[in-house]
Nanobody, 126 residues
Framework: QVQLVESGGGLVQAGGSLRLSCAAS????????MGWFRQAPGKEREFVAA????????LSADFVKGRFTISRDNAKKMVSLQMTSLNSEDTAVYYC???????????????????WGQGTGVIVSS
């Protein structure tokens, strides 16, 4: 059974930083692309960032603008999202997702992910 467990969310002031982590189990982690998505209150889920199964390639949404960095540690079966220069528009529940199958490419399309975590909340106060 695949499990993705996010952590690291919380309350932060505008301009601050947070590091989200996602621990994976039940899959051959090193062969799966991983992604981060978010959903703000009253809005649809949106893509944040993704990383290829080997970690050599990343994708990020335009609004990230160099503020967020996705990384992975295949030995620890974890993917992280380092977020800096946070603003109120970053307030959302952040979800970790694992790709459709082994060696499926990283994508910004949510339909390209088969497994999802339960989410971790981020609140940015201004």
């Amino acid at each position: 059974q695949v499990q993705l467990v996010e952590s690291g969310g919380g309350l932060v002031q505008a301009g601050g930083s947070l590091r989200l982590s996602c621990a994976a189990s039940g899959l051959t982690f090193s062969t799966y692309a991983m992604g981060w998505f978010r959903q703000a209150p009253g809005k649809e889920r949106e893509f944040v960032a993704a990383i290829s199964w080997g970690g050599s390639s990343t994708l990020s949404a335009d609004f990230v603008k160099g503020r967020f960095t996705i990384s992975r540690d295949n030995a620890k079966k974890m993917v992280s999202l380092q977020m800096t220069s946070l603003n109120s528009e970053d307030t959302a529940v952040y979800y970790c997702a694992a790709g459709l199958r082994s060696f499926h490419p990283a994508t910004a399309d949510g339909f390209g992910y088969a497994y999802w975590g339960q989410g971790t909340g981020v609140i940015v106060s201004s």
